[in-house]
């Protein structure tokens, strides 16, 4: 199974909402990613987890909070978010292992609407 | 720190013709790699092929395969016998190993490519 799962595939939420983007592997990867994508740009990396556990924070703001229950689920929690905050949001899970060709399998992605 | 350039915003090409995409990096790492991605317009990020730094011979996956001339800093995506489902935004990338454990993939800018009858 070499598929990253991401729930929902659509999202409009108001900006006094609070929604969670969810992403689910089963590869077996420890290392679990939240890229952000503008429309018409590269994806731009926003957090890292690794065996679990937060590694790299993009300096994102803090109105976007990431979790990672266990080894094949990684979320994204949103609240108070802005208009520009509207992208597609990608999930990616890797192996850690360093030396080896570790590509990033990338999910569908969550088209995020913020009205 | 890693930057990829890619320089054609928008590609065409005619079925069944071959067509390169052009991609050049810059890095001070002895050792990386270097990554091509497809993003249909329903926007997964589909991994293509994969060159290593220290790889002798360039990548090959099927149709896709890589020109990769290190000392000029260039990984160009040749497509050969392109095909209607070709058509997307093809997107070059460079791995940074992260000491916290995973690795970043800092991606050019993209080329939009539209495959013709």
């Known amino acids: 199974d070499t598929e990253v799962t991401q729930t929902p595939k659509h999202l409009v939420m108001g900006m006094t909402n609070k929604k969670s983007l969810k992403c689910e592997q089963h590869?077996?990867?420890?290392?679990m990613y939240w890229y952000k994508q503008k429309a018409k740009k590269p994806p731009e990396l926003m957090f890292v987890?690794?065996?679990?556990?937060?590694?790299i924070n993009e300096s994102v703001p803090s109105r976007f909070s990431p979790e990672c229950p266990n080894s094949s689920l990684l979320n994204l929690h949103l609240h108070a978010l802005q208009p520009e905050d509207s992208a597609l949001y990608l999930c990616?899970?890797?192996?850690?292992?360093?030396?080896?060709?570790?590509?990033?399998?990338f999910g569908q992605g969550t088209r995020l609407t913020v009205v | 720190a890693q930057k990829i350039t890619q320089t054609q915003p928008g590609m065409f090409v005619q079925e069944k013709e071959a067509v390169t995409l052009d991609c050049t990096y810059d890095?001070?790492?002895?050792?990386?790699?270097l990554f091509w991605y497809k993003q249909p317009s329903s926007g997964e990020m589909i991994f293509l092929i994969y060159?290593?730094?220290?790889?002798?011979q360039n990548a090959t996956e099927g149709r896709y395969s890589l020109n990769f001339q290190k000392a000029r800093k260039s990984a160009n995506l040749v497509i050969s016998a392109s095909q209607l489902g070709d058509s997307a935004m093809y997107f070059c990338?460079?791995?940074?190993?992260?000491?916290?454990?995973?690795?970043?993939?800092?991606f050019g800018t993209g080329t939009q490519l539209k495959v013709e009858l």
């Open positions: 987890y690794s065996y679990e556990k937060l590694s």
């Open positions: 890095t001070s790492d002895q050792s990386y790699g």
């Open positions: 990616a899970s890797s192996t850690n292992e360093g030396g080896v060709n570790t590509e990033a399998f």
């Open positions: 590869m077996g990867h420890r290392a």
């Open positions: 990338a460079m791995r940074e190993w992260l000491t916290g454990g995973g690795n970043k993939l800092t």
């Open positions: 060159q290593g730094s220290y790889d002798e």
